[in-house]
């Protein structure tokens, strides 16, 4: 298991490189620089700027020097916020963002798994009809239409929740909960279909000609083996949960990792920009070598 792991970070080399190298030209390519303003800079102003930050360095200069830094832990200066550096901003919003993405992806996996296992045991019934109707709406339905639905009913017409910033607990229910709906219509579909399939595999007849209790066949028998497939599915919601958590951020003003981003795409804020790219491909990597560690340890037939 360790030497996988070991193969694994290894193999996240290239990929991080190959991220960051796109990631560096397209930006680049971009039209505009961060230094368009409505107001034309006095030309040494700008040729101090350009200066300050290498920007009238080559292309190929300015890559080099980037690899460098990275190479050597420094994301560089943000062009945004001139008395920070990216390092530094990506400090403050991991917290957040962090904070977000996990409370989404432990919600979507209570109630995906809680619904699945619902639907499943009443298959072919009224209850099994209604989630999965549920939750082929919230697979259907983009979280940016979600978001304002939500704020509209509970934050403008009720009352009952904020509908943005980040000053108590609160302020994260709403988020929260559009985050994870996506999750949970996909969780609670694969764990239908696959407690259903356990359910009717000769184990579990085994067992209940042993006269086993109901309840213990579930828990001990069917729940572990039809769990499989949801922890495999566990990396990509993690992707989609962190790159959907940029836009999440950016709709009720949470001050994370995605609203950063954001901000530093639209004032081309290279370093912002980038770096948040970079952490974020980091952050899906380990998360995914994470999920494949669970999945070896649930289920001891897979090797690596």
Same mark, same amino acid.
């Given at each position: ?32 620089? +961060? ?6 800079? +006095? +030309?040494?102003?700008? =040729? ?5 930050? #290498?920007?009238?360095?080559? &292309?190929?200069?300015? !890559? ?15 062009f945004q916020y001139p008395d920070l550096t990216v390092t530094q901003l990506i400090a403050a919003g991991f917290p957040v963002s962090f904070t977000l993405g996990g409370c989404a992806m432990a919600l979507a996996l209570v109630a995906g798994v809680g619904f699945g296992a619902i639907a499943a045991v009443n298959h072919n019934g009224t209850v099994d009809y209604v989630v999965m109707t549920i939750a082929m709406l919230g697979i259907s339905m983009p979280s940016f239409v979600l978001a304002p639905l939500? *704020? ?5 017409? #009720?009352?009952? &929740?904020? =509908? ?16 994870? =709906? @996506?999750?949970?219509?996909?969780? =609670?579909? &694969? /764990? ?21 209790? /109901? ?5 001990? #028998? ?7 497939? @949801?922890?495999? !599915?566990?990396? +990509? ?9 940029? @836009? ?5 003003? *949470?001050?994370?990792?995605?609203? #950063?981003?954001?901000?530093?795409? &639209? ?27 669970? !999945? ?7 090797? !690596?």
């Open positions: 298991m360790l030497s996988y792991a070991l193969r694994r970070a290894i193999a996240a080399i290239p990929t991080l490189f190959l991220l960051v190298t796109l990631a560096f030209f397209l930006i680049r390519l971009a039209p505009g620089g +961060p230094f368009d303003t409505e107001r034309q800079l +006095p +030309p040494a102003i700008e =040729a101090n700027l350009q200066q300050r930050y #290498h920007l009238d360095e080559s &292309l190929l200069q300015q !890559y080099g020097r980037y690899l460098w830094g990275i190479a050597r832990g420094d994301f560089g200066p943000s939500l *704020i509209l009913w509970l934050a403008v017409y #009720h009352g009952w &929740l904020p =509908a943005g910033g980040l000053e108590s607990w609160r302020h994260f229910i709403l988020p929260v909960i559009t985050l994870a =709906a @996506v999750q949970i219509a996909y969780i =609670a579909r &694969l /764990m239908r279909g696959s407690l259903i399939e356990v359910l009717s595999a000769p184990f579990i007849r085994t067992a209940r000609a042993k006269g086993l209790p /109901m309840r213990a066949i579930f828990l001990r #028998h069917a729940a572990p083996a039809a769990l499989a497939p @949801v922890v495999s !599915y566990l990396g +990509p919601a993690t992707a989609g949960i962190v790159t959907g958590s940029v @836009v999440i951020e950016t709709i009720f003003g *949470i001050p994370g990792l995605g609203r #950063h981003f954001v901000n530093g795409a &639209l004032n081309r804020d290279y370093t912002l920009a980038l770096g948040v790219v970079l952490f974020y491909g980091l952050l899906v990597i380990v998360l995914n070598l994470i999920v494949d560690l669970l !999945y070896a340890w649930l289920d001891p037939r897979v090797k !690596y």
